[in-house]
């Protein structure tokens, strides 16, 4: 998945960078001046942005454990969330 755009990036840096914070996972990469970060930054950057992209974007769901996993991104513990989501299943049946 390609992060494109100016409110995709925008979205990435206010969730997982420098707009997110102090304690965010990327606090000191500032997507939006400098995009081509995900090309040059930390390895898992690109996967992990994609990941963001599609929970945030393209696989919404209001209930159960993707939930939890997109609502981790607002509270600085997407990490934590993706490990979850994996370990724990995809969905609940």
Do not use: H
Request: hydrophobic share 35%.
């Amino acid at each position: 998945i390609q992060t494109t755009g100016r409110c995709n990036f925008g979205k990435l840096n206010k969730n997982l960078g420098v707009g997110a914070g102090e304690g965010a996972l990327y606090s000191d990469i500032n997507f939006c001046e400098n995009p081509q970060a995900l090309c040059e930054g930390p390895s898992e950057l690109k996967w992990i942005a994609g990941m963001f992209f599609w929970t945030s974007e393209v696989e919404t769901y209001s209930v159960g454990p993707l939930l939890a996993l997109i609502q981790g991104v607002s509270s600085f513990k997407w990490k934590q969330g993706v490990n979850e989501f994996i370990d724990n299943g995809c969905m609940e049946d």
